[in-house]
């Protein structure tokens, strides 16, 4: 069902050049990832004082659930091996060949882990980037790299991650306090 789903998806890839176009540029290694690293920074110094510590330990969990979601398939991928697609099937690419694990797929891992971390404090910023993050995963899959259940694996991994990245930050909280108010001193918090 998996490469039945991949195949099919990626068998629309030369019929809608404007949607190629579209999933080039989205499919990036830099579009997406960019986009929620500036995010987080502009939550990072965004709203009133009550407002701006709530987001800053929101950030802070976001980014315990890009290291927990790296970490956990870092671990994965010992044990899991998954071929890319375009190594047992003829499709047509849009993206270069990446030559690490398939499965499950870091990038969605990543991109859902920031998304729902946000989506913990601001619940309008990660609905938002939960869109961008499921066109960035459609768009792998689309463009030939990564199969449907790569990025719903890696997707799920960096949800749970987030969930996982808050607790820590909470219990980490007496620790984060002292570190974000020597960085309000120097105006980096």
């Known amino acids: 069902m998996d490469e039945t789903v991949f195949l ?7 019929r809608l050049p404007a949607f190629d176009a579209l999933i080039e540029f989205v ?6 990832p ?3 690293a500036l995010t987080l920074l502009v939550l990072w110094f965004a709203g009133d004082t009550a407002s701006r510590r709530r987001y800053q330990l929101g950030v802070i969990g976001a980014v315990f659930a ?3 979601s790296n970490g956990s398939i870092e671990i994965l991928n010992n044990f899991v091996f998954r071929d890319r697609p ?10 270069y060949e990446p030559t690490d694990s398939s499965f499950p797929a870091n990038t969605a891992a990543m991109a859902f882990g920031i998304s729902a971390a946000v989506w913990v404090f601001n619940r309008g910023v990660g ?3 939960l869109a961008i993050s499921a066109l960035y995963a459609f768009s792998r899959v689309y ?3 990564h199969y449907p259940l790569d990025v719903i694996a890696g997707g799920l991994i960096g949800v749970v991650a987030a969930g ?5 930050a909470r219990l980490l909280r007496p620790l984060i306090q002292i570190v974000l108010k020597a960085g309000r001193v120097v105006l980096l918090a």
Do not use: C
Not at 8 to 14: D, E, I, K, S, T
């Open 27 to 32: 499919v990036s290694d830099y579009l997406v």
């Open 164 to 168: 996982t990245g808050h607790v820590i």
């Open 8 to 14: 099919w998806l990626n068998g629309f890839v030369g």
């Open 86 to 95: 375009f190594v047992h099937h003829e499709v047509s690419l849009l993206f």
């Open 34 to 36: 960019v986009t929620l």
């Open 143 to 145: 463009a030939g790299v």
């Open 127 to 129: 609905w938002i980037l």
């Open 66 to 68: 890009v290291a927990l």
